[in-house]
């Protein structure tokens, strides 16, 4: 799937940004980045393809132009190109008054009158603790601050704000488009910088949120204000949610809200874009799914987290519903409308950097993103020690597997070849059995053979035993090494 899209894109729409996968093209659409290229770097590393990555971040050097006469979105530039490079880059070895940034900018001339807020929190703290600059995370957290401080009396906020005077434009709150990448900032903010405020931050969210917005195991749309709903609907964007609470611990309640949600895949094959939730139907207006990554990482926390097969049951058939409707001869299509299937000719950039991940991820147990923090690759900064890259228990298991099965088939193999020297090949032609044996066809030997003068046969025996049980131990002992070359040359140990 990944591969098919990748291909698709390269072949088709690089170095723009965007391939529309219908009539197999380019197009531009969040600021000539070679925007797909970039978002898949990381991806092409989590399925361990170092040659192709290498290849791709030669084209990226070559193709990418921050200078150009553009706006751009703050808040996709940010999670796509800048947390595609960094993530890139770690995984292979401006602000206003109310510090928050702008949600737009121009490239060369810089930011428009009009703009409104948006969150950069993990990708600006990571860039501080690479570069060791600590200007990017300080103005980061210090719009987190001020949202924090912009809450409802009931401890709401809405999803669209005045960046210079700190009121809110759109005051309806809920969890979706709008705000829900400031609640994963939070959380994954708190656990990536070890920030505790961040946490108790999302916790009193949290609480509030489950007292105004949530209903049974759905979430509304409710004024920030006094909490009376006003849109009854569930956003597939919304289906983050799950995966948040799986990493702040509260599996149970991750769990019951999924199944909720998975009751839309059941029903549709995809999560719509706006899903009726009282009269359990799609939103006629907004009944597409351009391929979202949410349910995916849910779906893959959850099961990390629980080790349920029904989560994987609800991945693959998210897979063969995108695989049946989805694919086009050069990529994956965004589903125009998920109750006919119907197709659009776009697909986005995450696809390639979230969705196949993510459900590559969910069927791959020991990937080495799966870390337990049971051992680490930590390589050294100008700004001190940096852990770039940890281990699960697990993952160590099964290598040390490989590694003693590896020496053992050495082992093993060379032993064999030994014993079959010393019993076939330095054996008297005058002795019986072995004379016997050079005369029975029973060993699946042919006529021709036994017209051999039998030393030349015993000779031909021992060349074609030794060069089957060769050729065997090398098919093994190359897959071992492989595993070894391509696990171990990190220092885990």
């Known amino acids: 799937m990944f591969y098919h899209a990748y291909n698709g894109y390269l072949d088709y729409a690089y170095p723009l940004d965007e391939l529309k996968p219908i009539s197999c093209v380019g197009v531009d659409t969040w600021g000539s980045f070679s925007l797909s290229l970039v978002d898949a770097l990381d991806t092409l590393l989590v399925m361990g393809n170092a040659t192709e990555f290498q290849r791709a971040v030669d084209l990226v050097l070559k193709s990418v132009r921050t200078d150009a006469n553009v706006n751009v979105s703050v808040f996709e530039t940010n999670i796509r190109v800048i947390g595609g490079l960094i993530s890139a880059h770690m995984l292979g070895g401006r602000v206003q008054d109310t510090g928050m940034p702008f949600g737009t900018v121009n490239l060369k001339y810089g930011v428009q009158k009009t703009e409104t807020a948006v969150t950069c929190t993990a990708e600006f703290g990571a860039l501080s603790r690479l570069t060791g600059d600590p200007q990017y995370e300080r103005v980061a957290l210090r719009a987190l601050d001020a949202l924090w401080n912009t809450r409802s009396p009931i401890g709401l906020v809405g999803n669209h704000i005045n960046v210079q005077t700190g009121q809110w434009t759109a005051t309806d709150s809920g969890i979706g488009a709008g705000v829900d990448s400031y609640f994963e900032y939070l ?62 611990g509260d599996v149970e309640d991750a769990t019951r809200i999924m199944l909720q949600y998975s009751q839309t895949i059941r029903q549709y094959g995809f999560p719509p874009e706006f899903y009726n939730i009282p009269n359990s ?110 281990v699960s228990s697990l993952h160590l298991e099964r290598i040390q597997f ?79 090494l492989s595993f070894y070359l391509k696990h171990i040359h990190y220092n885990y140990f």
């Open 187 to 248: 959380v994954k903010g708190a656990l990536l910088f070890q920030r505790p405020s961040l946490m108790e931050q999302f916790n009193e969210f949290m609480s509030a949120i489950n007292e105004h917005v949530r209903k049974e195991d759905w979430f509304m749309w409710v004024t920030m204000q006094k909490g009376t709903i006003s849109l009854p609907i569930f956003q597939s964007l919304e289906a983050f949610w799950p995966g948040l609470l799986t990493m702040v």
């Open 281 to 390: 139907e799609v939103s006629d207006k907004r009944a597409a799914f351009p391929l979202r990554p949410e349910m995916a990482e849910s779906l893959m926390y959850l099961y990390r987290a629980t080790e349920d097969p029904q989560f994987l049951e609800i991945g693959a058939q998210l897979i063969d519903a995108i695989e049946h409707s989805a694919k086009t001869s050069c990529g994956y299509a965004t589903i125009n409308n998920v109750n006919e299937h119907s197709i659009e000719d776009r697909m986005e950039s995450f696809f390639l950097a979230e969705t196949t991940k993510y459900l590559y991820l969910l069927f791959d147990p020991s990937n080495f993103l799966h870390s337990d923090g049971t051992r680490a690759r930590i390589i050294d900064t100008p700004n001190g020690e940096c852990v770039i890259e940890g």
């Open 402 to 480: 490989y590694i003693n099965n590896f020496i053992s088939l050495i082992i093993v193999y060379f032993s064999m070849y030994i014993n079959i020297i010393i019993t076939i090949c330095s054996i008297k032609i005058k002795y019986k059995p072995f004379r016997s044996a050079c005369v029975y066809n029973g060993l699946g030997i042919t006529q021709a053979y036994e017209s051999i003068p039998c030393s030349a046969r015993r000779l031909w025996t021992c060349s074609g035993i030794f060069f089957r049980i060769f050729g065997d131990c090398f098919l093994d002992v190359e897959f071992y």
